[in-house]
């Protein structure tokens, strides 16, 4: 069974920094692709960076959030600085074999989230 489990979400001031992890289990980790999203109420899920064998980034954050990866952990990172409010949103870890890394139909598994809050 695939697990995906988030932590280090919590509210932070603006321009503060917080790092994320997602601890993965049931699955061949090196061999996929893993990547960060967010969401906001009413809003649809939306790509925040990815990593297979390189980095990726949604415009957004690019410069100020970092996604790596440590495959003897089974674990992804995000790495994110100089917060700013509308950075706030649920943040998910998600899994792929395949496919387009920024869109949300290519993730077999996904986390269940957890809560970045900035405040200004």
């Known amino acids: 069974q695939v697990q995906l489990v988030e932590s280090g979400g919590g509210l932070v001031q603006a321009g503060g920094s917080l790092r994320l992890s997602c601890a993965a289990s049931?699955?061949?980790?090196?061999?996929?692709?893993m990547a960060w999203f967010r969401q906001t109420p009413g809003q649809e899920r939306a790509f925040v960076a990815a990593?297979?064998?390189?980095?990726y980034y949604d415009e957004s954050v690019k410069g100020r959030f970092t996604i790596s990866r440590d495959n003897a952990k089974n674990t992804v990172y995000l790495q994110m600085n100089s917060l700013k409010p509308e950075d706030t949103a649920v943040y998910y870890c998600?899994?792929?074999?395949?496919?387009?890394?920024?869109?949300?139909?290519?993730?077999?598994?996904w986390g269940q989230g957890t809560q970045v809050t900035v405040s200004s």
């Open positions: 049931g699955l061949t980790f090196n061999w996929n692709t």
């Open positions: 990593i297979d064998w390189n980095p």
């Open positions: 998600a899994a792929a074999n395949g496919g387009l890394v920024v869109a949300t139909r290519s993730y077999n598994y």
